[in-house]
């Protein structure tokens, strides 16, 4: 596939007012087949919609006349304070949209004091994201076959500067990608996973022998046992990203991760999955009040952060967002991104009568259940 790129703006378009207005933006100004690549779930996208729709099932309560002296969106994770519990997710291959790719979004993290997760697929040496943002830099880790090319992308992140490994647990084999297939989608031939560039690559095909997945693929697909060795190959906080079930949460803190990411991949793996945020109560439940919980999946609105946090979440992770604004207007976009969202967090709060985010638990949710009396 050829890549040409749409002159970015350098003003954000006066309708553009909320997060998925940059969605219906970036469908202008992206090649079709790579607006699909991007916008599409797995199968038939059911997971992917469901995260959405499941967001817009919860209701929230208003509450009035509360105390906002001191007021803040801050929170405290690992170790570290920042100003909002909204992080940009990995997305992959950022170049595919603008041709500084991570590095723009990189400087909208920095602009917006916001952490950043680079991923292992990104299009732009590690530490060329590093340089740019002091927000916070997470490194996303897909393992690899060879453990030494693991274990020299975690020397690589240490040395680029990253504060934790966010280890992605839920794609060992890549979901149905039915309409980018439609759309005739493959990856240009000038964007490229940089930071494994000199790993061996992989030979692993769908075509041949009688089980190509279950027997190719999975056969060389990452185990509990390897997290287990991963653990012990780093001392920078380690996260664990795609669970959707408390065992594995469980699982996930007994070997030692510091944290979980709640998340079905944007609904990018295996379809008819729950909504992410149907997943979290549960998890929360399981592992405990302490222990870090992060939720991605259909994230688009401050109320959206607030339905997360009250169910269980200490910060929501933004995926697609991202990626549709640096289509649309580079770091100006990402950047002009996380203000939209981060007013309507504060707007979402000021309503519902939580001045800080200690405030947000389950009160802040009208359930339909009925007194037994009615
Ligand atoms: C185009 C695209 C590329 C992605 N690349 C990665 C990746 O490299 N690593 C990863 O862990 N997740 C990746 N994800 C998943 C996101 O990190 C995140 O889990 C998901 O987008 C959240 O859902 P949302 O898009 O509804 O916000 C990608 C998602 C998209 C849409």
Redesign the pocket.
């Known amino acids: 596939m050829n890549l040409t790129y749409s002159t970015k703006l350098s003003a954000i378009p006066r309708d553009i007012v909320c997060l998925d207005d940059y969605q219906r933006h970036a469908k202008l100004h992206l090649a079709e087949a790579i607006y699909e690549?991007?916008a599409s779930g797995a199968g038939d996208d059911i997971t992917m919609r469901r995260?959405q729709l499941r967001f817009q099932d919860i209701a929230l309560y208003s509450r009035v006349l509360k105390d906002f002296d001191g007021a803040s969106t801050g929170i405290h994770l690992l170790g570290r304070d920042y100003p909002t519990p909204i992080i940009l997710?990995?997305?992959?291959y950022q170049r595919l949209v603008h041709p500084d790719g991570e590095k723009a979004t990189a400087l909208a993290a920095d602009a917006m004091s916001t952490p950043m997760v680079t991923?292992?697929?990104a299009s732009i040496p590690m530490n060329e994201i590093t340089e740019r943002n002091n927000a916070g830099n997470w490194f996303?880790l897909?393992m690899q076959s060879n453990p030494q090319n693991t274990a020299t992308l975690i020397r690589r992140a240490e040395h680029a500067g990253y504060d934790a490994i966010v280890v992605?647990v839920d794609?060992a084999v890549s979901g149905l990608r039915n309409r980018p297939q439609r759309a005739g989608f493959s990856l240009p031939g000038e964007i490229s996973a940089v930071n494994c560039q000199g790993f061996e690559t992989e030979t692993l095909t769908l075509s041949g022998g009688d089980s190509p997945v279950l027997h190719g693929i999975m056969a060389q697909a990452p185990q509990w046992r390897d997290i287990e060795w991963l653990r012990q190959q780093t001392q920078l906080p380690l996260i664990v990203?795609g669970i959707s079930h408390p065992d594995d949460a469980l699982q996930a803190r007994a070997i030692g991760a510091d944290a979980v990411v709640v998340?079905n991949?944007?609904?990018?793996t295996l379809d008819t999955l729950p909504a992410s945020i149907d997943t979290l109560a549960a998890i929360r439940a399981a592992v405990g009040a302490e222990f870090p919980l992060l939720l991605?999946?259909?994230?688009r609105r401050g109320t959206d952060i607030v339905k997360a946090l009250a169910l269980g979440a200490n910060a929501v992770?933004?995926?697609?967002?991202q990626?549709f604004a640096l289509a649309v207007a580079g770091a100006l976009g990402v950047a002009h991104m996380l203000r939209l969202l981060r007013e309507e967090l504060e707007i979402a709060m000021a309503l519902s009568g939580c001045a800080n985010i200690a405030a947000i638990n389950a009160n802040c949710l009208h359930t339909t259940e009925r007194p037994a009396t009615c």
């Open positions: 690549y991007i995260n997710a990995p997305i992959a991923s292992t697929l996303q897909y992605t794609a990203k998340s991949h944007g609904g990018r991605d999946s259909g994230v992770m933004i995926g697609r967002p990626i």
